[in-house]
């Protein structure tokens, strides 16, 4: 098993710029989580989802867009980056409502 | 709403020193509680859990206590190694307001083990 991994580790945009970042998991889980991760802050949620076909707005959900069309796939999209969005995104899936296994991160640099 | 405090670091300790992060917890309802660790350059990984009053949770010598008296859950280790440097984060499951079961994060704390 892979686990969860993430695509790409690293990215490098400019302002105004579009991208997605691509979570994938092989665990069979029904929940996946976007969280970006920056200095003194810890980890906080952008977005969820419980299900295929399901996403849930997180802590910090602006600027950000997700899709899960399959079950082992979880997408985030930034449509318009900007420099605040310069972080490392970590994705995570559970099949419980607990334990949570993480993917090794993205890091983005928006100049 | 429910939260998470665990002390600031960096935490520097020579090995085989004794090592303790407090954690303490705001939360309605029974909460699960866990520690997270993350080492340079990858992503988190499940240290322990508890998931409820005075269970211990305990892996790779690391232990921890779920105190609801004193909502906390410090994270304890007899003797640091110097792999054990790495940044640990307190979580608790956010069971509240539809939230599914998400984990609240403190914002975590850097040890470092010198040889």
Request: proline share 4%; aromatic share 12%; with cysteine.
């Amino acid at each position: 098993n892979a686990g969860v991994t993430q695509t790409p580790k690293f990215r490098v945009l400019k302002t105004g710029q579009s991208m997605t970042l691509l979570c994938a998991q092989d665990m069979n889980h029904e929940y996946m989580y976007w969280y970006r991760q920056d200095p003194g802050m810890g980890l906080r949620l952008i977005h969820y989802s419980v299900g295929e076909g399901t996403t849930a707005k997180g802590e910090v959900p602006d600027g950000y867009n997700v899709s899960r069309l399959k079950k082992q796939n979880f997408l985030l999209g930034l449509e318009s980056a900007a420099p605040s969005q310069t972080s490392v995104y970590f994705c995570a899936s559970s099949l419980m409502l607990n334990e949570q296994f993480f993917g090794p991160g993205t890091r983005l640099t928006v100049l | 709403g429910n939260s998470v405090t665990q002390m600031e670091g960096p935490v520097t300790l020579s090995e085989e020193a004794f090592l303790t992060i407090n954690c303490t917890y705001t939360a309605t309802g029974y909460p699960s509680l866990f520690w997270y660790v993350q080492y340079p350059g990858e992503g988190l990984q499940l240290l322990l859990k508890a998931t409820k009053a005075d269970d211990k949770g305990s892996n790779k010598g690391f232990e921890a206590t779920y105190r609801k008296e004193t909502t906390s859950f410090h994270l304890e280790k007899g003797s640091v190694q110097v792999s054990d440097s790495a940044v640990y984060f307190c979580a608790l499951s956010d069971l509240v307001g539809g939230s599914q079961g998400n984990l609240i994060f403190g914002k975590g704390t850097k040890l470092s083990v010198k040889p």
